[in-house]
Nanobody
Framework: QVQLVESGGGSVQAGVSLRLSCAAS????????MGWFRQAPGKDREPVAA????????NYADSVKGRFTISRDNAKRTVYLQMNSLKPEDTAVYYC??????????????????WGQGTQVIVSS
């Protein structure tokens, strides 16, 4: 099991940037695909971004392309989500997840089997 702890959320004005971090435990972290997901009030959890085990491949939801960047530092066992030009519709709880059986940057929620507790992001206009 991979333990994941997110940090970096907060309450900000529209247009600013935030960087979320996800610290992972476990020696196999570097072999796992990693993803960021979010869940807004009253909505289903949705994929935001994913990154392959090496960091060489990434995928993004259309709603965040060009604004968000996912990256990872395998030596630090950490995944990041740089969020620029934040909009009120980005308000949600953001979750980090690991897909232990997958190495590529998948956006399929069901293959992710380890989840963090989430970090709240609130963007006001």
């Amino acid at each position: 099991q991979v333990q994941l702890v997110e940090s970096g959320g907060g309450s900000v004005q529209a247009g600013v940037s935030l960087r979320l971090s996800c610290a992972a435990s476990g020696s196999t972290f570097r072999f796992h695909a990693m993803g960021w997901f979010r869940q807004a009030p009253g909505k289903d959890r949705e994929p935001v971004a994913a990154i392959s085990w090496s960091g060489g491949s990434t995928n993004y939801a259309d709603s965040v392309k060009g604004r968000f960047t996912i990256s990872r530092d395998n030596a630090k066992r950490t995944v990041y989500l740089q969020m620029n030009s934040l909009k009120p519709e980005d308000t949600a709880v953001y979750y980090c997840a690991a897909a232990r059986a997958i190495t590529e940057a998948t956006m399929i929620t069901d293959v992710y089997d380890s989840w963090g507790q989430g970090t709240q992001v609130i963007v006001s206009s």
